[in-house]
């Protein structure tokens, strides 16, 4: 089973600066094989990127994915006071899914 | 527009077996590609992903749950159920299903949280 772990666990920035998100697999992922989630207070999750940097229906062009192998980042270019939320990422691996354990982000 | 909402209890017993309910729109299970899963989230904790089951009735499972989950479906009602055998505390979680796309869980229904407490 593929383990991911997430990087930092929180991250507090000020509104209209860069958030860079981290995703680490234990083992090497395809690149269409990797999502990113966005889940805010009381909600549930909500996809925001697949195949490592497309961008979900809707979703703003501040967010953006990019990896391949092992790394994989979540970036956010100017944060919005809306952009609170845990982030997460998933992969898929023969037939099973994982998820990492989150990344928090606060808006100062 | 593919919407799913989940129904069960929100209260079961320990060593007792949890049925929950998704039903769905906006989509057939038995179109060819399609699939419904459930996940859950444990109060202030990460996602785990539990089964899927695809138009062709074929099913996966979590390895560390398989033991105890059954996925089944009800194409003309529109409707996936997931039962969990032998419930403990530490299954209290909210239950969430969604629609798989590709490789990735779009949309996901509202969640249903169940507290497992004698």
């Known amino acids: 089973e593929i383990v991911l772990t997430q990087s930092p666990g929180t991250l507090s920035l000020s509104p209209g600066e860069r958030a860079t998100l981290s995703c680490r697999a234990s083992?090497?992922?395809?690149?269409?094989?990797l999502a990113w989630y966005q889940q805010k207070p009381g909600q549930a999750p909500r996809l925001l990127i697949y195949?490592?940097?497309s961008r979900a229906t809707g979703i703003p062009d501040r967010f953006s994915g990019s990896g391949s192998g092992t790394d994989f980042t979540l970036t956010i270019s100017r944060l919005e006071p809306e952009d609170l939320a845990v982030y997460y990422c998933?992969?898929?691996?023969?037939?099973?899914?994982?998820f990492g354990q989150g990344t928090k982000v606060e808006i100062k | 527009q593919i919407t799913l909402r989940e129904s069960g209890p929100t209260l079961v017993k320990p060593t007792q077996t949890l049925t929950l309910t998704c039903t769905f729109s906006?989509?057939?299970?038995?179109?060819?590609?399609?699939?419904v899963g459930w996940i859950r989230q444990p109060p202030g904790k990460a996602l785990e992903w539990l089964a899927v089951i695809y138009w062709d009735d074929d099913k996966r499972y979590s390895p560390s749950l398989k033991s105890r989950l059954t996925i089944t479906k009800d194409t003309s009602k529109n409707q996936v159920v997931l039962t969990m055998t032998n419930m403990d505390p530490v299954d209290t979680a909210t239950y969430y299903c969604?629609?798989?796309?590709?490789?990735?869980?779009?949309?996901w229904g509202q969640g249903t949280l169940v507290t497992v407490s004698s």
């Open positions: 998933q992969q898929y691996d023969r037939s099973l899914w994982t």
């Open positions: 195949g490592a940097s």
């Open positions: 969604a629609h798989r796309r590709g490789y990735n869980w779009n949309p």
């Open positions: 906006g989509f057939s299970l038995s179109t060819s590609g399609v699939g």
């Open positions: 083992q090497s992922v395809s690149s269409s094989y």
